[in-house]
């Protein structure tokens, strides 16, 4: 059985090496298409956030969990604020970061390649004063004059914010004393009374603000003129802080308050992986989907409400969902398929004309079993023919032995069937050459007769 499975229609052994190398350059050209064309989303990123105890920090810390969950491990920056995140964008030193509305504009971030993965939340501007007795309470901006306000930090969104405020109400640069503590000293020292009040710019989930808003002797500053303020300046949204929606028992606050509020937004470069800006979407459409002091359920987050071109890929998971691979598979799997057309688009380029080479291969090395016996042959041939005259018939002798041995061999060789033609050919041949010899010998042996008699 062993004998007769040596004689096959098909080699698969042959086939395998002749096709090897096309099968090892075509494997080698997808991999590389694989990882250039479209490489591997990165498995770190870096976040730009906040201050301490601030809302920008609470939600990053959301958006590493989120993350981590597929394996993405996000790197939080801290920093004072919007302003600073918008540099370090800029800079590259971070790849996606909290924006405020109102801190650049279109134009801007195109030229700056920055692209805006959709609005988060509503950050109202919160003028937190301290309550003086015998002095009656703040109910305008021009009644600031003279006093110490901390407008937060450089780098921060606050202070830009709170000085075109002021502009809108004639306070001229100076007539406020300005102070740029970051928020937690800030807060310290309006309690220890050493300011007159503080400028925040946050959502009301941060700390301070919770803290702040259940202080006694800490007013609020209710902007009356919020609607105004959002029709001078189209990036501020007229929101309200409805009475007792800080603590119901103890009715805080003990009035509605009209608030104005930019609206934070996460804004990437526009190299960051198209994977990641999905998995940022998605945490994003997990984090901040649920209804709020100031949002409705659903509203946020939105490809709304920002001045920065929303990326390609987040408004398609705004209009669509999220990608129908990830909906049925792990982000990495579903990212894995998702990159397998570059490898298509590489097979088809290659496997067409490849495979037109590896036939003739395959039937190159088959007949090269048969093809090579041939210069054997030919050798023997050849000695015959150079035989010299006193030593014809040893010469003879040994071709024959030589050929006895190539025929062994050559019994030997296994081809499949249909190359079984130049086997028998070549045997057929081996048989003509051994009988040319005999022939000879033939004719050698009277000449030594004759040689020996005389």
């Not at 395998?16 to 770190?44: K, M, N, Q």
């Not at 504009?105 to 109202?124: M, Y």
């Not at 109400?169 to 102070?179: A, I, L, P």
């Not at 296994?414 to 079984?420: E, K, M, T, V, Y």
């Amino acid at each position: 059985m062993s004998k007769i499975l040596k004689f096959t229609q098909f080699s698969v052994r042959d086939l395998f090496v002749a096709a090897a190398p096309t099968i090892a350059l075509i494997a080698g050209v997808c991999l590389l298409a694989y990882w250039l064309v479209d490489p591997a989303p990165p498995r770190t990123v870096r976040l730009a956030t906040g201050q301490e105890n601030s809302a920008y920090e609470e939600f990053g810390k959301k958006y590493a969990a989120a993350l981590a969950k597929h394996g993405v491990k996000v790197t939080l920056v801290p920093s004072a604020g919007s302003g600073e995140n918008l540099k370090r964008l800029r800079a590259g030193e971070v790849d996606i970061a909290f924006v405020q509305s109102g801190s650049t504009n279109e134009e801007a971030a195109e030229r700056e390649g920055l692209t805006s993965l959709g609005s988060l939340f509503v950050e109202p501007l919160w003028l937190f004063l301290r309550e003086t007795k015998g002095k009656p309470p703040i109910t305008q901006l021009t009644q600031l004059k003279g006093l110490k306000i901390n407008y937060g930090p450089k780098g921060a969104g606050a202070p830009r914010l709170f000085r075109q405020v002021l502009e809108l109400n004639g306070v001229e640069k100076g007539e406020v004393e300005r102070f740029s503590l970051a928020n937690t000293p800030a807060t310290v020292e309006l309690l220890e009374g050493r300011i007159d009040g503080l400028v925040f710019t946050s959502a009301p989930e941060a700390p301070l603000i919770q803290m702040l808003l259940q202080t006694p002797g800490i007013k609020l500053f209710n902007f009356n003129q919020a609607e105004a303020y959002a029709r001078k300046l189209p990036f501020l949204t007229h929101v309200v802080l409805p009475q007792g929606i800080v603590d119901l028992g103890r009715d805080i606050p003990a009035e509605d308050y009209n608030l104005i509020a930019p609206t934070a937004t996460l804004v990437a470069r526009d190299d960051l992986h198209p994977a990641l800006t999905d998995l940022f979407v998605q945490a994003a459409s997990s984090i901040h989907s649920g209804a709020g002091w100031f949002s409705q359920q659903g509203q946020f987050p939105s490809a709304k409400y920002t001045e920065i071109p929303v990326d390609a890929e987040a408004a398609k998971y705004y209009k669509s969902g999220p990608p129908l691979l990830q909906r049925y598979m792990t982000f990495w799997l579903a990212n894995f398929f998702d990159r397998m057309w570059v490898v298509v688009v590489a097979l088809g380029a290659l496997i067409l004309p490849l495979s037109k080479v590896v036939p003739p291969l395959y039937v190159w090395r088959i007949r090269s079993r048969v093809y090579r016996w041939y210069g054997q042959l030919r050798a023997v041939e050849q000695a015959v023919e150079d035989a010299p005259e006193g030593s014809r018939m040893e010469v003879y002798e040994a071709q024959l032995q030589r050929l006895n041995e190539i025929e062994e061999l050559v019994n030997q060789v296994s081809i499949p069937l249909s190359f079984a033609d130049g086997l028998y050919g070549l045997r057929s041949h081996i048989q003509f050459v051994r009988k040319r010899i005999q022939f000879l010998m033939g004719e050698s042996a009277p000449a030594v007769d004759e040689a020996v008699a005389v």
